[in-house]
């Protein structure tokens, strides 16, 4: 039988707020355990919630940006239930007023494209930690978490493959980055995704029963979750004659399978009423209008203006773009002096390449867009060539080092002297007569070779150019 695989998708996204959503812990990854805790984060008798307006505002701004309708006036209400590392026994979120509702994100796979529809947008607090510890037999918990801001944005069933899941969690850590209300940070928990997915044969519209895979966090965990957990389904129904149950599912990443952890509750398990200690919250028509003009240029905007106003091709615009601040350190580049394609080419090429070997974010990196922009005149001007200007960035690119210094007391100043170079070229010519034969008899390898000599008897510092056209004027003559 031809099946097809229905996925639907919870993602908790935790907003990058300094404070907590009710009280006033730090909301700083890492911590010795149970450190960033106070009586209103651990559930403590007789505290009292006060609601963080930073939370509201990066709720409200993340469901303007994916196309929500916004509930002027929402509330909280309580889930009830009990887990160790949620001390209060309650976790306080939305059900019947969410914040944004009846959203849509664009998506695009190869050349096909796909608009996802947002079932609802809701705030919450987040849980605390479990430390399993197989050394001592022990697991304890770390309430360092609790309490953290949380949106958890729920999709309609309308994945049909772990590609379209992957590229709408792109799209989805592009916008709440850009937005600056959540760093997205998958290895810190900070975007985690509930997969909810289920098979039925090709053709029908009634959908399977679901299974919940829980709190993935990595693209790549997601895409062999999806993967297994569809064949899985697959083989329960065809080979085994069984039915799926209805239950939520933990992902092994060691055992590339997912595995059994509890039956799938519903809304009714959770006994939801509306959370008596915090009042309702009402947006008005004149706040939204603020955050709507607020928000920054995103990266599809972005793109299509780098096309089109600099001229560069939609792959490198791409990828310019994929983190804000990657589009901030270009464009500062360009606003500095450099060409729109050489900062583009430089920073594809020597800063990722230094990112990448040094395991660093771009927002890490101390060498600043105007030292980037005055290594790439320097180049333009014809006082380094670009194997050197290479050099001097490796050497400078830690400590944010002065350029010029630098270029002066290693004497690296490209040789622009016309006479120099060619006293050069007529030196080596005269030294490799054999290559200079293999030239004129046709074998243009040659050529290579003696332009190679030519920049060693430069020490490197000659102008490709000038020495490429003074070698072949030369070899023309001979």
């Not at 697991?139 to 944005?153: F, H, K, S």
């Amino acid at each position: 039988m031809n099946w097809e695989v229905v996925i639907g998708l919870e993602t908790h996204v935790e907003l990058a707020t300094k404070t907590k959503i009710f009280c006033s812990c730090t909301t700083a990854f890492g911590g010795d355990p149970n450190t960033h805790v106070c009586p209103v984060c651990t559930g403590m008798p007789g505290s009292l919630p006060v609601m963080n307006k930073k939370v509201l505002e990066y709720a409200a701004k993340a469901s303007l940006a994916l196309n929500c309708d916004v509930t002027q006036y929402c509330k909280f209400d309580r889930k009830n239930y009990f887990y160790p590392d949620l001390p209060k026994a309650y976790q306080v979120s939305q059900l019947y007023l969410p914040i944004g509702r009846n959203g849509k994100v664009p998506i695009q796979v190869g050349s096909e494209e796909k608009v996802i529809r947002i079932h609802e947008l809701h705030m919450e607090e987040d849980a605390g930690k479990l430390v399993h510890d197989n050394w001592i037999d022990q697991t304890r918990a770390d309430y360092n978490r609790c309490g953290v801001p949380l949106i958890e944005i729920v999709t309609e069933p309308d994945f049909r493959s772990g590609d379209e899941v992957i590229a709408y969690l792109e799209k989805l850590r592009s916008t709440l980055e850009y937005l600056g209300v959540s760093d997205c940070k998958m290895q810190e928990g900070s975007l985690r995704c509930d997969v909810n997915l289920s098979v039925r044969p090709q053709g029908s519209t009634e959908l399977g029963t679901r299974t919940e895979m829980k709190n993935l966090n990595s693209f790549k965990a997601i895409s062999r979750a999806i993967a297994y957990e569809a064949r899985r389904q697959e083989e329960l129904i065809e080979m085994d004659h069984k039915r799926v149950i209805q239950e939520t599912r933990r992902w092994d990443d060691n055992k590339d399978a997912t595995i059994s952890m509890r039956s799938k509750e519903n809304a009714q398990d959770y006994r939801y009423f509306p959370e008596p200690d915090i009042p309702p919250m009402e947006l008005s028509d004149s706040y939204l209008d603020g955050l709507r003009a607020a928000m920054p240029e995103m990266a599809p905007a972005k793109r299509e203006r780098y096309q089109r106003e600099w001229g560069l091709s939609e792959k490198d615009a791409a990828l310019l773009t994929d983190t804000r601040s990657m589009a901030a350190y270009f464009e500062d580049t360009v606003a500095a002096g450099a060409s729109p394609k050489q900062a583009s080419d430089w920073i594809q090429g020597e800063v990722l390449r230094e990112l990448k070997e040094k395991s660093l974010d771009i927002k890490q990196v101390v060498f600043a867009p105007e030292a980037l922009a005055h290594l790439i005149g320097l180049v333009s001007q014809g006082k380094l060539n670009r194997n050197t200007a290479v050099k001097v960035f490796r050497a400078v690119f830690d400590d944010n080092g002065d350029i010029d210094a630098y270029v002066q007391a290693h004497g690296l100043e490209q040789v622009n002297d016309a006479g120099l170079v060619e006293q050069v070229v007529d030196e080596v010519l005269a030294a490799n007569p054999q290559s200079v034969a293999d030239y004129k008899a046709g074998k243009k390898k040659a050529s290579g070779f003696l332009m190679g000599q030519c920049m060693k008897a430069l020490k490197g510092k000659g102008d490709p150019k000038v020495v490429s056209q003074t070698l072949n004027r030369k070899l023309a003559q001979m």
